[in-house]
């Protein structure tokens, strides 16, 4: 039978311990201690306490510890079920797999259990591939060092590979890993089949079984890493097996790749480091020439060059767009939309007592057409926030520019600015605080300027990504009680929990929660589809 345990958009209640001290009362029937009070307790009223019980089916009557594929799992979440303790790993959570039915498939045995997901920089946004990435961790007394046994799994269980120490990352549709004995291996991601097999040796991948995987990257299909020793880039095609490489002289970081374009770098005869662009055969497009390249984003590059101007180059080294003077920051919006912003440092926005921010004032700012722009203005201080967005202060408001746009907005009486976040291309969260008072509170806003959540609900909201189709939710912490909710990317509910639920996560029509007894799952009607009590040991 499944439990109604909490209904979108009303009230619920959280099972919880409870403590009743009654003062003065007796049982039933019995005098009171103190009859001048008038205190009775009629103990034949009280409902007896029930406490949390499992409630899950297995797949298998035995306890699971490894995934065995199948074709009807659907796809799989990783739960926490165990709490261990270890002299070597310290306080950590276990975790199994559980289906979206709320079958448990692998009891909690692994150390690591999540999504394999990386960032997109030519969209400034995660992307969850359908792959999970799995770990079991021993530990070797004698050779005093962690041993991983690491399982990589198609997201709906119909596939597995395990055996795996090291995994370099997934890029169009294919995984790269490493056994213990330093045998690299190319896994296609669809079916899981074994693409080829190559020792690293052979691939001049020059680390041991201890410590191979540093200083290697793994994107658009493209291994790259450095022979730190021989002083050389490679780069491997994963897809065709097309094995290239270039000098880098003392540098221990290798090219990264975005689509068809790497950056390389090259150590020259004065000891200086310049960078060109190379394709995917190893061949120079433009060579060394570059005192820095940036990240490509929609084929464009910031570049520093020999002059210390700084400039926009695109994918075949041609400088579009030069600065003389100053740092230029690059704030990109949707569709494309981007503000090149060329400043100069300023003195600190100071707010409140032990609050202030770096600024910089605005030399000018121009479209992605370099055409200048009204806003901001030149002059204009701002301040310039981690996801591509920056705000100007004045006179009780915030102006918020990200791309091209800005949104202005009010600060709430008595409090000041404290935090700013971008939730997917269009969603704006400002957070405002009272130190003194202790006081919080944040409002969700469109960039188009319109309110979609007033300040004075929620004291913070996070951005989270649904784990299968990577659509954004939001978990916004409720004023006034440690309770959660969880809104669309609109602000709209979809869920709403109670005092004691904690980190909320969502899969799909299902959502994870933990609370004081363990972790449960529910649909979007607030089912319970799932309660797996936590356990607690040693290893």
Not at 131 to 154: C, F, M, N, P, S
Request: with cysteine; charged share 20%; glycine share 10%.
């Amino acid at each position: 039978m499944r439990t109604k345990w909490i209904r979108r958009g009303a009230a619920a209640v959280l099972p919880a311990a409870l403590t009743l001290t009654l003062f003065g009362c007796v049982p039933s029937g019995a005098p009171p201690m103190d009859a001048s009070s008038g205190v009775h307790a009629d103990w034949s009223a009280l409902e007896p306490y029930t406490a949390p019980q499992n409630q899950y089916p297995r797949r298998s009557e035995e306890f699971m510890d490894t995934l065995c594929p199948a074709d009807d799992y659907g796809n799989l979440i990783p739960f926490p079920g165990r709490a261990v303790s270890s002299d070597w790993m310290g306080d950590v959570w276990l975790y199994g797999l559980v289906t979206a039915r709320g079958e448990i498939v692998v009891d909690p045995v692994y150390s690591d259990a999540y999504q394999l997901s990386w960032y997109d920089y030519e969209n400034s946004c995660v992307v969850y591939e359908p792959y999970l990435y799995l770990t079991k961790v021993h530990y070797d007394a004698q050779a005093g060092r962690e041993e991983k046994d690491i399982t990589v799994a198609a997201l709906d269980g119909s596939w597995c590979r395990s055996g795996y120490s090291k995994v370099f990352g997934v890029s169009e549709g294919l995984l790269v890993a490493c056994t213990a004995d330093a045998q690299v291996e190319a896994i296609d991601g669809a079916t899981g089949k074994l693409i080829w097999s190559k020792r690293a040796e052979e691939l001049h991948l020059p680390f041991d079984a201890s410590d191979y995987g540093q200083n290697v990257d793994f994107s658009c299909g493209m291994l790259s890493y450095v022979d730190v020793e021989a002083q050389v880039n490679y780069f491997l095609d994963v897809a065709s097996q097309h094995l290239a490489c270039v000098p880098c002289g003392e540098m221990s970081w290798p090219v990264f790749f975005t689509h068809s374009r790497g950056k390389a770098g090259e150590m020259q005869m004065n000891g200086s480091v310049y960078y060109g662009i190379i394709d995917r055969t190893g061949v120079w497009v433009t060579p060394p020439q570059f005192v820095q390249i940036d990240t490509f984003r929609d084929g464009r590059a910031l570049a520093t060059l020999r002059t210390g101007a700084r400039a926009v180059i695109d994918t075949d080294g041609n400088v579009l767009h030069s600065w003389p003077e100053g740092e230029v920051l690059v704030s990109c919006g949707a569709d494309g939309d981007v503000c090149y912003l060329n400043v100069r440092e300023a003195e600190d926005y100071v707010m409140g007592e032990y609050r202030s921010y770096p600024q910089y004032e605005v030399i000018s700012a121009c479209d992605g057409a370099f055409e200048l722009l009204n806003a901001p203005m030149p002059g204009e201080k701002l301040v310039w926030r981690y996801d591509d967005t920056y705000c100007i202060f004045s006179d009780r408001q915030v102006a918020v520019g990200r791309g091209t746009r800005q949104t202005v907005v009010p600060i709430p009486e008595g409090m000041f600015f404290s935090h700013s976040s971008t939730i997917g291309e269009d969603r704006l969260v400002l957070e405002f605080d009272n130190e003194t008072t202790g006081e919080y509170a944040c409002g969700l806003y469109g960039l188009s300027g319109d309110t979609l959540i007033a300040p004075g609900t929620y004291r913070s909201m996070a951005a989270d990504y649904d784990g299968w189709s990577g659509e954004i939710c939001i978990i916004g912490w409720r004023i006034g009680e440690e309770g959660y909710d969880v809104l669309d990317s609109a602000g709209q509910m979809r869920w709403s929990l109670p005092v004691g639920a904690s980190y909320p996560r969502w899969y799909g029509g299902c959502l994870l929660v933990q609370d004081a007894f363990g972790t449960m799952l529910l649909d979007t009607d607030g089912d319970l589809l799932f309660r797996y009590l936590t356990l607690d040991g040693d290893i």
